[in-house]
Each structure stands twice: as C-alpha cells, then as structure tokens.
C-alpha cells in the first residue's frame, strides 16, 4: 500500500472594503486563509512596519500614497 498526499499550498488573500482609499478616511482590510486550519495569528504591517492586531481584520484611516499593506498569517496561536 502506497499512500500520497497532496502538499496544499497555503496564502493569505487582503481584501478592502473600499476600491478607492482617500487619505483619512477609513478603510478595513480582510485576511482570508486559505489552506490553514486550526487557530490562527495575523500580524499587520504597514510598509514592513508591525501596526497591529492580532485578528483577521484592520482598519486604519491614517493611510498615505504608496503605502503597502501586508499581513502575516501563521498557524498556531503562540506564533507570531
């Protein structure tokens, strides 16, 4: 008996609530995993820079041109 298993290759995907971002005004960007199960830790950064929550969602209104969104998602809750 042979047994194979399929590596699944896991991503985060952000998404905003807004299409157009105007300099101060809100706007809530969404991490969807997908291939990770189990609990699960966000880190939000902005422009490389740790700016906050752990949680799958964060919403800011302090944005300026060319800013650059990301977020590390791990699983497990003790990683970081």
């Not at 290759?9 to 299409?19: A, E, L, W």
């Not at 969404?30 to 820079?49: D, F, H, L, Q």
Request: proline share 4%; hydrophobic share 35%; aromatic share 8%.
């Amino acid at each position: 008996i042979v047994a194979t298993f399929a590596q699944l290759v896991q991503s985060v995907t952000i998404t905003s609530d807004d299409n157009v971002i105007c300099q101060g005004s809100n706007v809530t960007f969404v991490a969807t995993p997908t291939n990770i199960s189990g609990p699960i830790s966000y880190s939000w950064r902005r422009n490389g820079s740790a700016v906050g929550a752990y949680q799958s969602t964060y919403t800011t209104n302090n944005l300026s041109n060319n800013d650059i969104i990301t977020c590390v998602v791990n699983p497990g809750v003790n990683q970081i």
